[in-house]
C-alpha cells in the first residue's frame, strides 16, 4: 500500500480528484472537459484514431497530438488467479490453466512517428522532476501540472518515474526510469540490470566470481552451467523493481478505474514497463531495452497461448523500438572487455517480447555499433525526430520501420540450464 499512499498524497497536491468519467462513445474522444471531438464512424487510415487533441491550435482546426488505434488485448480474467498461477510454478513447478479475455482497447500508433516522440519523451522525463534541464515539453493536450512522480521521496527504493494524465483522465500513461549510472538508485538500477539480463547472475567470466548477483553457477569442465531454479529464485527477492512495479500499477487501476493504461520506458524502463504490459495485458512501449524474453520465463510469468502457428510469440501488447547502433538491446555488449562489463553490467539477453520497429541508423547515417548511442536524448532527437524515411528490411521507406516478432531469437545459446545445484555429484 506504500506506493497507493504516495500516489493518492501527489493527487492531492495537485487538486485532482479521481472521478468516474462517463462512458465514451465509440468513435469519440474526449479530450477536454470543455472540449469533445466527434470522429467519423469510417476512419480512412487504417482505422486510426487520434487520441489526443491540441485544442489551443492558432488555426481553430484540432490538430491531432497522439494518435491511437484499436489493439487487441489479452488479459487474465481474474490477476488473483494470474498470480498464484505464477506463485504456483516458481514455487511448486505445477502449471495452472488460466482464464484468458479478449478485449479490444486504444492503443498508442506505433506508425506514427509524432506519437512514438511524444512517448519517448516521456521515458526521458522519467530521469527527472519537472523544471530540471533536460525535462522535455509536451504537448499541450496532455495537463503536466495535474502528473506526478512517484518513488522520488524515498532514496533507497530506486523504482522511480512519472505518470502522465490526458486533459480528460481518459489515457494514463506510466513512464518508468531506466539504469542511471551514479546517483542514489545507481546500486539498485545495476542489481536489477544484473538479475535479469545476465544469463546467470552476472557471471561474464572467472573474474567475476566476487561481483555475481546470485550463487546459480555450477562448475563443469566442458559448459558452462546454470540452475534454473536457483535464478527463479533471486528473481523474487525484495529489491526487484517488478513487483514494485505491479503494486503501482494495480494501484493506478484502482485509482483510474475506467482509464486506459499506457506503459512506456527507457532501457531497464523499458523491459520493466514490457514486463508489466505482460503482466496485466496493457499496452507498452520500451525503447532501446534489453532482450526480456528470458526473464519473463525466470519471473513465471503465464503469458497468453499463442494463436494459430503454435510456433509463434505469446500475444502481447508490447512493442519495442530501438535502432541497429545500440548494442544493448540486440544484447552485443558483452565480454569482459566491452564497455558495459567495464561498468559493472552484464546485459547478455537480445530477445524481446512482442514486436520490434529497429531503425537502420547504421545504413542510413554511417554509424558505429556503440554503447553511447543508447542515451534517449540521442534516440529522440536525431532518430525519432528525422523527418526523413527510414529504409526497411521488406525493401521499402517508410516514416516508421514496420514492428516484427523476433521469431528465431536465441539467448544464452552458450550455456545450460537446468536442475544442477540439488544433484549428487556421484551421479
Known amino acids: 500500500m506504500q506506493c497507493l499512499f504516495h500516489i493518492i498524497y501527489f493527487l492531492h497536491v495537485f487538486a485532482i480528484t479521481s472521478t468516474v468519467e462517463a462512458t465514451v462513445p465509440q468513435n469519440s474522444v474526449n479530450v477536454d472537459l470543455q472540449y469533445q471531438f466527434d470522429l467519423p464512424l469510417h476512419t480512412d487510415v487504417q482505422d486510426q484514431l487520434p487520441l489526443l487533441i491540441d485544442y489551443a491550435s492558432p488555426s481553430g482546426t484540432p490538430a491531432v497530438s497522439l494518435k491511437a488505434r484499436p489493439m487487441t ?65 509536451l504537448d499541450a493536450s496532455w495537463n503536466v501540472n495535474a502528473s506526478f512522480p512517484f518513488g522520488w521521496d524515498n532514496d533507497e527504493d530506486g523504482f522511480r518515474g512519472h505518470v502522465f494524465r490526458s486533459r480528460d483522465n481518459s489515457t494514463i500513461v506510466l513512464s518508468i526510469k531506466g539504469t542511471t549510472l551514479q546517483g542514489p538508485t545507481s546500486k539498485k538500477d545495476k542489481l536489477n540490470d544484473n538479475l535479469l539480463f545476465s544469463c546467470c547472475c552476472a557471471r561474464v567470466d572467472f573474474s567475476w566470481v566476487f561481483s555475481t548477483v546470485c550463487d546459480c553457477y555450477s562448475w563443469s569442465a566442458l559448459h558452462r552451467r546454470c540452475d534454473d531454479t536457483c535464478l527463479s529464485t533471486a528473481l523474487i527477492q525484495d529489491s526487484l523493481f517488478y513487483s514494485t512495479g505491479v503494486e503501482l500499477v494495480n494501484d493506478l487501476r484502482f485509482l483510474y478505474p475506467f482509464a486506459n493504461i499506457w506503459l512506456v520506458g527507457h532501457s531497464l524502463g523499458g523491459s520493466l514497463a514490457s514486463l508489466l504490459g505482460s503482466t496485466f495485458g496493457l499496452p507498452a512501449v520500451a525503447f532501446e531495452a534489453p532482450g526480456e524474453r528470458m526473464a519473463a520465463y525466470r519471473l513465471h510469468l503465464p503469458l497468453p497461448p499463442s494463436i494459430g502457428n503454435s510456433s509463434s510469440l505469446p500475444p502481447v501488447p508490447i512493442t519495442h523500438v530501438y535502432h541497429n547502433a545500440d548494442p544493448i538491446p540486440q544484447g552485443s555488449c558483452t565480454g569482459v572487455a566491452s564497455a558495459c562489463a567495464q561498468a559493472g553490467y552484464a546485459l547478455e539477453t537480445r530477445c524481446h517480447l512482442g514486436k520490434s520497429i529497429v531503425y537502420d541508423t547504421v545504413q542510413k547515417f554511417g554509424w558505429h555499433v556503440d554503447v553511447r548511442k543508447h542515451v534517449i536524448k540521442q534516440v529522440i532527437l536525431e532518430v525519432l525526430d528525422h523527418e526523413g524515411d527510414w529504409p526497411d528490411e521488406d525493401g521499402f521507406d517508410r516514416a516508421v520501420p514496420v514492428a516484427r516478432e523476433e521469431d528465431d531469437c536465441v539467448d544464452c545459446f552458450k550455456w545450460e540450464f537446468g536442475h544442477f545445484k540439488d544433484k549428487d555429484p556421484d551421479v
Open 73 to 137: 488485448v489479452y488479459r487474465p480474467k481474474s490477476l488473483e488467479a494470474h498470480e498464484h498461477a505464477r506463485l504456483q510454478s516458481l514455487h511448486q513447478g505445477k502449471t495452472e490453466p488460466i482464464e484468458w479475455e479478449e478485449v479490444v482497447v486504444p492503443g498508442p500508433d506505433v506508425e506514427d512517428r509524432h506519437t512514438l516522440s511524444q512517448l519517448a519523451r516521456m521515458t526521458a522525463n522519467a530521469y527527472q522532476l519537472p523544471g530540471h534541464k533536460n525535462w522535455y515539453e
